[in-house]
């Protein structure tokens, strides 16, 4: 379906967007601002919300390869699938970027049984090791719990913790923003074990970093220090979690037996997935758009990040398929690792060093397919005005903010080139829930909500790459 402009068709598009809009956006006075014609804008909502070709790509991804966690061979097929789905959506220089990922593999599910208090003795309580971890002694582990909510409050406890289970069961703020609660909270998971054996404890427990009070754990990212033990590490839900501080806070005993068997294997190399839309005037200034094609390896990963990488693979196919060729280059580009390393965000950043000067924005979708706000960015002043501009279309839906922040992890390592970055901003309230889990699956994206990220991605994406003027660099 191609774009005629100037047409009636165009007029009543144009009416059609600012019925939806309500009244026409503010005339913007910044040089480089270029707002989407209402006939383009609108041409892009109404062909994918009318074709749904977002949702197709994620079922397609999610049963084919629906476990992707880096080096394992699921992520290997979704490294083939990408290929395909870029060729069959009619990008163009459709590549493979070589980069070697870290292999870490969960073993057997294993399992946390309540042994003191007595009454709840046999019971499983819902964990999952946290990526990264080692194993417990084939046997198994068996200890008493401490609870601690802060690495302060186990260094002041360090004599109880010697010999013990440390449980760090900080909830994540309920006050913030999810996003920030998280990076609130994260520590307990992803230093928790360094910071638990540095005080003398066998094992490291975490609560799940969720805002939900459920039975579904969490797995994420863990590291381990030279030169201090490595100790287990494993999520427990926050049911479970509540569960121990409740028996604890009564003056129970809590005693555990975990067993779980992960293993770390040889590095591996793998790749990020690269196609473009190769611009119809300066085919050498690059926007990059994408996700991470990798996951955990429990779940499919849809929210996380299966749909992102689709959102803007479609983005692309979609402008292709209206026959609007921007004037710069649109590159799609699947991340690989971004889950347990980031291999592929660096690898890209570094066999790309040489273009990073013409490359004019990266924008990056991974806060989940949930109904479209606007984007985030680290632009300077004179860019963030632009980026406004160019999302104004978006306000018929509700998602033209663009606000200061980060763009994404994978893109991050271009950041100091002076590379202008924008994360991909849907509803952050119910992200939390799904992340890393596995109840983090195809069902629980919405269609609407996907397609419509979709919108707000190539919206922006085509306007930065048509507008007159390139975006100002930061400096
Ligand atoms: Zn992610």
């Known amino acids: 379906m191609k774009i005629r402009r100037s047409t009636s068709a165009a007029v009543a598009a144009t009416a059609l967007l600012a019925s939806c809009a309500g009244a026409p956006p503010e005339p913007l006075s910044a040089p480089t601002a270029f707002v989407p014609p209402a006939d383009v804008a609108d041409a892009i909502r109404v062909h994918a ?49 070589p980069c070697t990922v870290p292999y870490w593999e969960r073993g057997d599910v294993g399992e946390v049984v309540v042994v003191e208090p007595a009454e709840a003795r046999g019971e499983r309580l819902a964990m999952l090791a946290l990526g990264g971890s080692v194993a417990t002694p084939s046997d198994g582990l068996e200890a008493d719990v401490v609870l601690v909510q802060s690495f302060a409050e186990l260094s002041e406890r360090a004599d109880e913790v010697r010999g013990k289970l440390v449980l760090h069961g900080r909830p994540m703020d309920p006050t913030v923003s999810p996003f920030e609660a998280y990076g609130g909270a994260v520590a307990q998971r992803s230093r928790g074990a360094v910071e638990a054996a540095r005080a003398g404890a066998v094992g490291s427990l975490c609560r799940s970093l969720s805002l939900a009070t459920d039975d579904v754990p969490h797995t994420g990212g863990m590291r381990y220090d030279d030169g201090v033990p490595r100790i287990p590490s494993a999520a427990l839900s926050t049911l479970a979690t509540d569960r121990i501080a409740g028996w604890l806070a009564e003056g129970r005993r809590v005693r555990l037996a975990w067993r779980q068997n992960p293993r770390w294997r040889e590095p591996v190399p793998s790749f990020n997935v690269v196609g473009e839309l190769v611009g119809r005037e300066q085919p050498e200034e690059i926007i990059v758009l994408g996700g991470h094609l990798d996951s955990w ?41 971004e889950e347990n390393g980031l291999a592929g965000g660096r690898a890209y950043r570094e066999q790309h060093a040489d273009e990073m000067g013409q490359h004019v924005l990266a924008i990056e979708s991974d806060r989940g397919a949930y109904t479209p706000r606007g984007f985030t960015t680290n632009a300077n002043a004179a860019a963030l005005s632009a980026l406004r501009a160019a999302v104004a279309p978006l306000a018929a839906f509700g998602a033209d903010r663009v606000l200061p922040g980060g763009g994404g992890a994978d893109i991050s390592p271009m950041g100091p080139d002076g590379v202008v970055l924008v994360g991909y901003l849907p509803d952050p309230q119910r992200y939390f829930d799904l992340h890393h889990t596995a109840a983090d699956t195809l069902d629980r994206v919405h269609p609407r909500e996907l397609e419509l990220g979709t919108v707000a991605i190539a919206t922006l994406a085509w306007a930065v790459a048509e507008a007159p003027s390139a975006l100002p660099r930061n400096p």
């Not at 990963?301 to 803007?312: E, L, W, Y």
């Open 49 to 97: 919300l009318r074709t749904g070709g977002t949702w197709r790509l994620l079922e397609e991804l999610c049963t084919t390869a629906p476990t992707r966690l880096s080096g394992s061979p699921g992520a290997e097929r979704a490294v083939a699938w990408s290929v395909e789905a870029m060729r069959a959506a009619g990008l163009e220089n459709v590549r493979l970027e």
């Open 297 to 337: 390896d429990v779940g499919q990963g849809a929210h996380d990040d299966a749909a992102g990488c689709v959102q803007t693979l479609e983005a692309v196919r979609l402008l292709k398929e209206l026959e609007l060729r921007p004037r710069r280059t649109l590159r799609v580009v699947f991340f690989m690792n």
